[in-house]
Every structure is written in C-alpha cells, then in structure tokens.
C-alpha cells in the first residue's frame, strides 16, 4: 500500500462542476502539498498546509489531521483547469516528500 | 522574484551516452530535489540536498547516475551511460527549509526532457 493514496485516478466532468479530489496518507507529516501539473508542462505548487483549510480563487484545500485525509475542491471548473493534480507529503524530520499517484483531470466545456 | 532554473529544456542522446542537467534553485532556498517523471507516472525522487549535503539518495542509481551541490546553490545532475529506461523529464524543485518551519512552499522548474535512443 502506497503511503499516499489519491482518487480518483481519472475525472472527467463538465464545465462548470464542482470537483474534489481526494489524498490519504499514511505516514507521519509536516505538511501536505498538491501540485498542479499541465501536459507538457511544469509543475506548480498550489497549496501548502498544515492544518485547516486554504483557498485561493476557485480553489480550496483542506486536511483533516487526525483522520490523515486531504481533500482539493474546485469551484466553476473550467477547461483550463484540466491537469493533472498531485498532493504529496513531507515527513517529519528529513521532510522527505512521498507523492500520490495523481490524479488526472479532464475538464469538458 | 526569479524561478527555478533547469537546463537544458530538451536533450536527445543514444544509449551509452552521457548527459548533464544543470539547476539553480531560487535565492536562499537550503533545500533542493531532483525528481524523475517517467511520462504516465508521478515525480520519484532521485535525490535530496540541505544545501551541499544530501539528505536523502536512497532511490538515486549509483552505478549511473551522480548529482552534486557544490556550495549549497547550483546543483547538476549526471548520467553516465545512459540507458533506453532513463527516457524522463527531469525535475528540479526548491523550498525554504528550517526544522521548526517545515518545508516549505515548493517551487519546481519547468523540467529537462532527456530522450535516449
């Protein structure tokens, strides 16, 4: 079992949806990262947290410490929101990051 | 503020030839990664550096591969000899690190794509 775990692997929906995408991990962390990355293209930090929840225009992170679950939501998808979405953790200590799978986004217009 | 460097963007290389990517993480960030992306995959890490010293290159090919961070800024990253299987993008991030912090936020580079024939 991979220490982070997302779903859905694949999501495919209509513009204008709201989408959530979710991370479980099972290791100890520091913080939890998700990372945006577009065909072809680097990679972006989204959000970075600890605790609580962040929002950043259509998008809002949150994590759930104890039950050791993160979830990304999207507001209004739009096509250009297509990507792929990656959460990963880092560890206590070495803040060693363990990536989830990611998980694949198709936006529909 | 300026970004994570990489370079170079593309290489394309036969097997049994050597490559070198170049990094230069953002002013002041201790702690840099290099990630492998095999397409259809998500990032491995290959190597960690806290400024020139390595953190952790438990998943780096010895054997091939080889990455340095002499004084703690500018990192590269080598192969030698290539293989058909280390056709990837390689990544290169960067972050603040402090103990009491935590990570960081995580700043990556757009990637070199190295393609062995």
Redesign the interface.
Known sequence: KNEVEQSPQNLTAQEGEFITINCSYSVGISALHWLQQHPGGGIVSLFMLSSGKKKHGRLIATINIQEKHSSLHITASHPRDSAVYICAASRFGNEKLTFGTGTRLTIIP | EAGVAQSPRYKIIEKRQSVAFWCNPISGHA?L?WYQQILG?????LI?FQNNGV??DSQLPKDRFSAERLKGVDSTLKIQPAKLEDSAVY?C?S?F?GLAA??????????SRLTVL
């Open positions: 702690t990664y995959q998500g990032p491995k890490l960690q953190v952790d990544l991030a972050s690190w935590g990570t960081g936020e995580l700043f990556f580079g757009e990637g």
